[in-house]
C-alpha cells in the first residue's frame, strides 16, 4: 500500500513532512522576481521551458450533482441554470476526442458531476477511456469519489490519470464543501495510487482563502507521497447561483505565486494553469508559464464555463514561442 495522505507518511515512516506550510508562505513572501527565479530555475531542471501541452477537457455528465461544493455550476444545492445531462453516449465522447487530437490536444480529461460512479456507469466510462486511449490521446477521467475495485477496472481500460483534487486548505474546506471531507478525498487518491494509475491532484485558489491557506494546500500537496504527477491550479471561475458568486478578486500576483509555489515544491510534475484563463489577459498567463506551468485546457469550454478559443492559444504560443508537448 503507498502512503498517499501526510497523516499516513508521518504515522508510518515517523519523517518529518517535507514542506511545512510556513516554509511555502516563505516562498509566497519573496520578491516577486526572486521567485520566479527560483521556480524557473527548477522548471528547467525538469522540463523543457518552452512546451506547453494542452490536453481538452469534456463533461460527460453534467449537473444534478449531490455534493455542495460552494464554487460548482454543476451542484444541485445551487440555483445556476445549468442544464442537467445524463451520461453520454459513447459515439458522441469518440468524436469530441478525435475533434481535440485533430486540433492538437495530446490529452483529453472526461468529467462527470457525481458524488462517485455507480457499477453501470463505470462500466459505460470505462468503455469511453479505452476508445480514446486507441486514439492516442492521454486520459484522464474526474468522477468523485471511488469504490474498492473501480480504480482497477479503469486501470484495465487504460487510464493513464485519475483527477481528484484536495481543492484547498483543511483549515478552509469545511467553509466550502460539507457534503464530503478531505479524509473522503485522501481515501480514493490512495485507491488511485494502489491501482498504478497517476495521480492528478490540485485545487482552486481565489474563493476568499488566505494565503496562509494557499500555503497550506501548496504543503499538503507536495507532502504527499509520492507528489501527484499531475496539479491542476485553477482559478476560481465565479458561477452565478453559487455561494461564491460575489467573492473578492484575488491579486492576480497571487495567482502567479501560487503557481511558482507549486513548481519549486513539486519540481517533477506537470503543473497546469487550469480554470479561470478566460478572465485572464494574455500577459498574465505568460507570466503563469514563467513561473512554471507547463499545461493548459484547449478548446472554447471547461467543464460547463467558458474557456479561450482555440485560435486565441495559437496566437498566444506564437506570440510567446512556445511550443505543444
Ligand atoms: N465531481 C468530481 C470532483 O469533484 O472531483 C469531478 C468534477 S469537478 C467539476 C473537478 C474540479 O473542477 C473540482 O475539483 C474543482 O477543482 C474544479 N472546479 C469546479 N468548479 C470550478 C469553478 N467554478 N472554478 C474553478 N474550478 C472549478
Ligand atoms: C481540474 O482541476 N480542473 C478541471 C478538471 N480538473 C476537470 C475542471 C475545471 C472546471 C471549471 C468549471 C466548469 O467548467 O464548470
Ligand atoms: Fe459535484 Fe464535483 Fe461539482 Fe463538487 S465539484 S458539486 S463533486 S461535480
Redesign the pocket.
Known amino acids: 500500500m503507498s502512503a498517499i495522505s501526510p497523516e499516513k507518511a508521518s504515522n508510518t515512516t515517523q519523517t518529518a513532512p517535507k514542506w511545512r506550510t510556513a516554509e511555502v508562505e516563505a516562498l509566497f513572501a519573496l520578491p516577486f522576481n526572486d521567485l520566479l527565479y527560483r521556480a524557473q530555475e527548477t522548471h528547467r531542471k525538469h522540463f523543457d521551458a518552452n512546451a506547453v501541452q494542452r490536453s481538452t477537457l469534456l463533461s460527460i455528465k453534467t449537473?444534478g450533482?449531490?455534493?455542495?461544493?460552494g464554487?460548482?455550476?454543476?451542484?444541485?444545492?445551487h440555483d445556476t441554470g445549468l442544464e442537467r445531462e445524463s451520461l453520454l453516449p459513447l459515439e458522441e465522447v469518440v468524436a469530441a476526442a478525435k475533434a481535440a487530437r485533430d486540433s492538437g490536444a495530446t490529452r483529453f480529461c472526461m468529467?462527470?458531476?457525481?458524488?462517485g460512479p455507480k457499477k453501470q456507469d463505470l462500466e459505460q466510462v470505462s468503455k469511453m477511456v479505452s476508445a480514446v486511449k486507441g486514439l492516442g490521446l492521454e486520459t484522464c477521467v474526474?468522477l468523485?469519489m471511488l469504490q474498492e475495485g473501480q480504480a482497477e477496472q479503469l486501470k484495465e481500460a487504460g487510464l493513464d490519470y485519475y483527477n481528484h483534487?484536495l481543492?484547498t486548505a483543511p483549515e478552509f474546506y469545511g467553509q466550502v464543501?460539507s457534503?464530503?471531507s478531505q479524509a473522503d478525498r485522501f481515501d480514493t487518491l490512495e485507491k488511485v495510487r494502489d491501482a498504478g494509475i497517476h495521480v492528478c491532484c490540485g485545487g482552486i485558489v481565489g474563493m476568499g482563502e488566505s494565503r496562509r491557506a494557499r500555503a497550506a494546500l501548496v504543503a499538503e500537496l507536495a507532502n504527499m507521497s509520492p507528489p501527484p504527477e499531475s496539479v491542476p491550479i485553477n482559478h476560481l471561475v465565479p458561477i452565478p447561483g453559487t455561494p461564491l458568486e460575489h467573492v473578492a478578486d484575488l491579486d492576480p500576483f497571487e495567482f502567479v505565486r501560487t503557481i511558482a509555489c507549486a513548481r519549486i515544491t513539486m519540481p517533477a510534475s506537470m503543473v497546469r494553469l487550469s480554470a479561470g484563463r478566460e478572465q485572464m489577459s494574455d500577459e498574465l498567463q505568460a507570466l503563469c508559464f514563467l513561473a512554471g506551468a507547463n499545461s493548459i485546457f484547449y478548446g472554447d469550454k471547461l467543464?460547463t464555463a467558458e474557456n479561450p478559443e482555440a485560435g486565441r492559444d495559437e496566437v498566444l504560443f506564437s506570440r510567446l514561442g512556445l511550443k505543444a508537448m
Open positions: 449537473g450533482c449531490s455534493e455542495d461544493c464554487y460548482c455550476s454543476q451542484s444541485a444545492h468529467g462527470a458531476a457525481w458524488r474526474t468523485g483534487n481543492d464543501i457534503t464530503h467543464l
